[in-house]
């Protein structure tokens, strides 16, 4: 395949994987989308303390290949063990670079790769790709995921389905110098299913460090009183590069709990929407990153309300120390016709070095009488009455400090809505402390 992200790699990677006419078809419109659409500027206050130019992957970036891969991924015993076997009675899919490792869901569960479906099942999730409400900017970068993706994993809940344990996508891919990755998820919710749901993004470095360009989209449809509880987990090799679109759809009456915690990446930029479409419908979305060495986290978040009745409540917090940098954005939006709405945002950041830094932007456009909306934000260091107080009775100074980190961060790993996942994160932040 032609290292060029171009016409006739499009081509090209339709004709080698077999794919139906209507997937190759989206791909060329995607790709004619995306030359028309403007790359984002610093003229916008979404994209004015990141650069665009570090994550646009036609900045000297190859397709990754995939096909054959898997024998040759760098997966250790324990990483096998960590990613692959069940932390406690769940589900575990896994897919490694363009195969499957495993992939035996239960019944009222579909998992299947996007050049499979055809008729109203690939109609359907035209229609959520194709989705209305992105920005132009954002739209550059799902134009990229739609024309390069491979592997498009579709994961469909079937109508009253009640799972009572959880499911954990597990998605491993390699991380080769200079190459550029689409990760594509589809998540379909029907009707009165009640399913809770990990997603866990995995990078596995191959030979010499180097940049890598992963281009991500998540998707999300939580049909009418449906009921979800969601937590997507990145851990992406040091020296990415990410752009991930994540994107919840709400039909009448659903609910949809969310979280995400991010690890990796040496430069993210997470676009997270919640789309309240029907009347009725509730989101909460939590989220955690704990930034390190020079880390540069962009978060932007939009509660977009447009049916009455709605309720959305968001929280994000940041753990900051080295010389990493967090940028949050976040834009409650109610519709004219969203009335008797309630929603609430939060960020706080926690400066762990006097050369952490931190940024808060919160956003209001209400166009709805009869509505209940509120924000809060705080940036700052260690509460030093929380130390003294803490050291006064004989706690070591740097203890003491890394118990006020994980108190800090607690209520949001408490929403991860599975607690083998809740015991191994937390191990995770004391290590990463030290």
């Known amino acids: 395949m032609s290292s060029a992200l171009d016409q006739q790699s499009v081509d090209r990677f339709s004709r080698e994987a077999k794919e139906p006419e209507w997937l190759s078809s989206m791909r060329r419109e995607a790709l004619a989308q995306h030359e028309q659409l403007p790359w984002p500027t610093s003229s916008d206050d979404i994209w004015r303390r990141t650069d665009a130019a570090l994550l646009n992957p036609r900045n000297g970036f190859a397709p990754a290949e995939t096909n054959g891969m898997l024998k040759r991924l760098p997966l250790s015993d324990e990483q096998a063990a960590t990613l692959i076997q069940p932390m406690g009675g769940e589900t575990v899919l896994v897919h490694a670079d363009g195969e499957w490792i495993s992939r035996d869901a239960p019944a009222g569960v579909t998992l299947t790769e996007l050049s499979h479906l055809q008729g109203a099942q690939a109609e359907r999730v035209r229609q959520a790709l194709a989705a209305e409400g992105l920005t132009p900017e954002e739209r550059k970068f799902t134009t990229l995921n739609t024309a390069f993706h491979r592997q498009g994993l ?137 930034g390190h060495h020079q880390q ?52 706080h950041n926690l400066l762990l070095s006097r050369t952490a830094k931190a940024e808060t932007i919160p956003m209001l456009e209400i166009l709805a009488d009869d509505v209940r909306c509120k924000h809060g934000a705080t940036v700052g260091p260690v509460d030093e009455e929380q130390l003294f107080y803490l050291m006064a009775r004989a706690i070591p100074r740097e203890l003491a400090e890394r118990l006020l980190v994980m108190g800090f961060v607690e209520p949001i790993i408490g929403e991860v809505p599975f607690e083998p996942l809740q015991q191994r994160l937390r191990q995770e932040l004391v290590e990463s402390l030290v």
């Open 154 to 290: 579709i994961l469909d809940i079937a109508d009253g389905f009640q799972g009572d344990a959880p499911i954990r996508l597990v998605r491993l891919a390699s991380a080769r110098p200079n190459t550029a990755v689409f990760p594509l998820t589809v998540i379909r919710v029907d009707k009165g299913a009640r399913v809770t749901l990990i997603q866990e993004d995995v990078g596995l470095a191959v030979g010499d460090a180097g940049a890598q360009v992963i281009t991500g989209r998540i998707e999300l449809v939580v049909e009418p009183e449906a009921s979800v509880q969601y937590c997507r987990v990145q851990r992406w090799q040091p020296q990415a590069r990410e752009f991930l679109l994540q994107r919840a759809t709400l039909q009448a009456g659903a609910k949809l709990t969310m979280t995400n915690i991010n690890f990796g990446a040496a430069v993210s930029k997470t676009h997270v929407i919640a789309k309240l479409q029907g009347a009725g419908a509730e989101s909460r979305v939590f989220g955690f990153v704990f």
């Open 296 to 347: 540069h986290v962009d978060f932007h978040s939009l509660q977009d309300h447009l049916a009455p009745h709605t309720m959305s409540d968001l929280s994000y917090k940041a753990a900051l120390k080295d010389d990493s940098r967090m940028i949050y954005t976040g834009l409650i939006r109610i519709a004219k016709a969203a009335k008797q709405t309630d929603a609430y945002q939060s960020n």
